[in-house]
């Protein structure tokens, strides 16, 4: 098991300690570092300016929102970090979702699979660099038709470090999770439960079958973000997951338009999935932390005495996760490396 650090998303400013943690998990051997966007700070910009300050860490992005940047944009950010980064750039992209990309963005959200189908093949176009790209589908024209009408097909100027700069989809539903198998190196879960471990093997399976390529599973990774918060007492460690919880099952998005909504429901959930959005969106967010049960907090994260979180790793270790994605100041990572690889 591979762990990496997370630095978060930002709220008034940089998260407090982040570059002291990123360096203490270097130091401790992690396999790689992230940074996140949301719609204030980006995720690109902070991974540049802390994986300066390291030497061995992979550089992740947790992730780009494909709507945020074309795929051009996306493509020449990512070889300029791989050529600064000495080849250590992991291109971690998503859809988001549709209050994020129509409301921030401005950008329509309907048929985000088909979408990334079409940013993913156009950034591994350009990083091939084979030939000047031309690309026409529906939802990206390269060169576009009409405006000026003197828009030609180009090549990068700048040969790129890697021309297999890994790409990690991030996915929640079944058919997004096949198609990070498809069409990616890895994948990144979010709220994986171990008892859903079958399910998302399935899924996994089929995209490497759509696929077309034998050996294509071999190397593929799975980086999941786990929350883990040791302490004496389980209940208070919960509380400190709880408003996550809350927020993602029940403040991102609308009803009927809530991904992580629906992996709490297919986890058997629904009704708590219910009660939580209904609080949150009538603006009863300690309520709706409140309402959510230890059980599934505990079906997603690590929480309790350090006794209890070893005993409960086995079935985490025996799931698809190739890697554990942590967060927290540069003082635990010490303590998390201990519990998880010790």
Not at 6 to 22: C, F, H, K, R, V
Request: glycine share 12%; hydrophobic share 40%.
């Amino acid at each position: 098991m591979k762990l990496g650090y997370n630095t978060g998303y930002w709220s008034q400013g940089p998260p407090d300690g982040a570059l002291e943690a990123i360096q203490r998990a270097e130091e401790l051997g992690f396999n790689s570092i992230w940074s996140a966007e949301a719609y204030g700070s980006d995720a690109l910009t902070p991974l540049a300016w802390w994986g300066a300050n390291t030497q061995t860490v992979k550089l992740g992005t947790g992730i780009l929102q494909m709507a945020a940047r074309t795929p051009a944009a996306t493509a020449m950010a990512a070889l300029t970090l791989d050529h600064l980064s000495g080849g250590r750039f992991i291109c971690g992209l998503g859809a988001s979702g549709p209050q994020v990309v129509e409301g921030w963005y401005g950008e329509e959200y309907p048929r985000p699979l088909a979408r990334t189908r079409e940013y993913i093949e156009i950034l591994r176009r350009i990083w091939a660099r084979d030939n000047k790209v031309e690309f026409h589908g529906d939802f990206f024209d390269m060169p576009v038709e009409g405006g000026a009408g003197l828009g030609k097909p180009l090549k990068s100027t700048v040969h790129p470090l890697r021309t297999d700069i890994p790409i990690y989809l991030a996915a929640e539903g079944p058919k997004n999770v096949a198609l990070s198998a498809e069409i990616a190196d890895g994948w990144l879960p979010l709220f994986f439960s171990p008892k859903e471990d079958g399910w998302y093997r399935e899924q996994l399976d089929s995209g490497f079958e759509a696929s077309g390529d034998p050996s294509k599973k071999d190397g593929f990774e799975v980086s999941a973000t786990i929350m883990v918060v040791p302490g004496d007492d389980a209940q208070r460690c919960a509380d400190r997951v709880r408003p996550m919880l809350a927020l993602y099952a029940g403040g991102m998005g609308a009803k009927g338009a809530n991904f992580h909504y629906e992996v709490f429901e297919r986890m058997g959930y629904g009704d708590v999935a219910d009660k939580v959005q209904n609080l949150y969106l009538d603006g009863r967010k300690d309520e709706a932390a409140a309402s959510i049960p230890l059980e599934m907090v505990e079906d997603v994260a690590l929480v309790g005495p350090v006794d209890k979180i070893r005993g409960e790793l086995d079935r985490w270790r025996e799931t698809c996760i190739t890697e554990f994605l942590l967060s927290g100041p540069a003082g635990a990572l010490e303590v998390y490396a201990d519990i998880i690889l010790g």
